[in-house]
C-alpha cells in the first residue's frame, strides 16, 4: 500500500454505523483492499478497518466468494497468533459478506520508517560518520532482536506471514508516549525512538504452515526486503536470525533451509 492525498477521493465503505462509532478516514490504499482508520463501537476506541471492495472485473459470485473467504482467513490467523502470544493486532469484528474486518489500531509507526528515520539522522560528514559507526548501536540491536522474536513466536505457532517486510511491522509507541492529544510526533527523545512493541501485521497473504522452506522463504523475503530498504541490512539482519533461534526450538532447520533459498536465489539472479 502507498500514501497519497488523492486517495481521499475515495468514499469510506458503505459499513454502516454500527459497529464503526466515527466516519472511517482512509489510511492506505493497496493493490488488494484499503485501510481506514475509524473507531470501534465507543468514540475513544480506535480500530483499523481493513476493506475488500469487490472486483468489478471478476463474476460476482466468484468474487463475493473469494473476499470472504480472505477476509476469513485473514482473521482466524490473527485470532490463532493472538491466542499464542504472537504480537498482532486484536480482531474486533468481522462482516465476510461486506468484505471487511475490523481490528486494534496499534498505535505507532511502521519499522522501516522508525529505522529510517534513525539511520538518516547521522551526521553526514566522514568525521562524524566515524563517530557515528562506534556510537551506540544498542537501540537498533534491540529492536531488530524484537523482529527477530516476533518472527520465531509466528512460526512456533504454525503461521507463516507470506509477505514479510518492515512495513508490515508496526513499532508500537510505548503506552506512556501515546498519543492523548498534547504530544505530538516530536515528544520522543531520540534514545528512545527504537522503544516499543514490534506488532505484525497485514495477514492477507498468511497460511498455516509449519514447513521449514516456507518459514525460510517468510525470512528471505524479510531479508531481501530488509537489503533494499535499508543501509547496512546484512549486520542488522544477523541479530534477526540471532534472536529467531533463541525464541524458536526449530530454528537451526529452518537456517539451513534458508541458505538453500538465498542459493535458489543468486542463480536465479544470475540468470536474470
Ligand atoms: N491494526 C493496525 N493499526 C494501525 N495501522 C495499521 C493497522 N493495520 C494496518 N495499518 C496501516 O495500514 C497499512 C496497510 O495495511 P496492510 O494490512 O499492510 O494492508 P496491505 O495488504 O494493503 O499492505 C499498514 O502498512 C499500516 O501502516
Ligand atoms: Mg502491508
Redesign the pocket.
Known amino acids: ?1 502507498s500514501n497519497s492525498p488523492a486517495m481521499t477521493e475515495f468514499p469510506p465503505p458503505q459499513i454502516l454505523t454500527y459497529p464503526a462509532s466515527s466516519a472511517p478516514v482512509l ?2 490504499q ?4 484499503r ?1 481506514y ?1 475509524t473507531t470501534y463501537l465507543l468514540p475513544d476506541q480506535p480500530c ?1 478497518l ?1 476493506y475488500r471492495p469487490s472486483k468489478p472485473y471478476r463474476h460476482p459470485i466468484l468474487d463475493a466468494r473469494l473476499t470472504r473467504a480472505r477476509i476469513l482467513a485473514e482473521a482466524r490467523v490473527l485470532q490463532r497468533c493472538r491466542r499464542e502470544g504472537v504480537p498482532v ?1 486484536a480482531v474486533y469484528a468481522t462482516n465476510e459478506k461486506a468484505g471487511w474486518l475490523m ?5 505507532g509507526a ?1 519499522v522501516r520508517q522508525r529505522i529510517n528515520e534513525w539511520l538518516g539522522a547521522r551526521p553526514d560528514t566522514e568525521a562524524a560518520q566515524v563517530e557515528a559507526q562506534s556510537a551506540d548501536q544498542t537501540p537498533l540491536i534491540s529492536l531488530m532482536q524484537r523482529i527477530g522474536s516476533a518472527i520465531g513466536r509466528l512460526h512456533r505457532t504454525g503461521v507463516v506471514h507470506g ?1 514479510l517486510t518492515t ?2 511491522m ?1 513499532l508500537q509507541r510505548p503506552k506512556e508516549h501515546q498519543h492523548n492529544g498534547h504530544t505530538g510526533e516530536g515528544a520522543m527523545e531520540k534514545g528512545k525512538a527504537l522503544e516499543g512493541h514490534v506488532v505484525l ?2 495477514f ?1 497473504l498468511a497460511t498455516q504452515s509449519s514447513s521449514e522452506e516456507d518459514r525460510a522463504v517468510d525470512l528471505y523475503v524479510l531479508e531481501r526486503a530488509f537489503g533494499s530498504t535499508h543501509p547496512r541490512a546484512e549486520e542488522l539482519f544477523e541479530q534477526v536470525l540471532q534472536s529467531y533461534k533463541e525464541t524458536f526450538k526449530q530454528a537451526p532447520a529452518v537456517l539451513r533451509k534458508l541458505e538453500d533459498v538465498r542459493m535458489r536465489g543468486r542463480k536465479r539472479s544470475m540468470l536474470g
Open positions: 500500500m489510511i492506505a493497496g493493490a488488494e483492499g485501510l482508520k483499523a481493513k493486532p481490528m486494534e489500531w496499534v498505535d511502521p509477505d512495513s508490515n508496526i501485521i497485514d492477507g
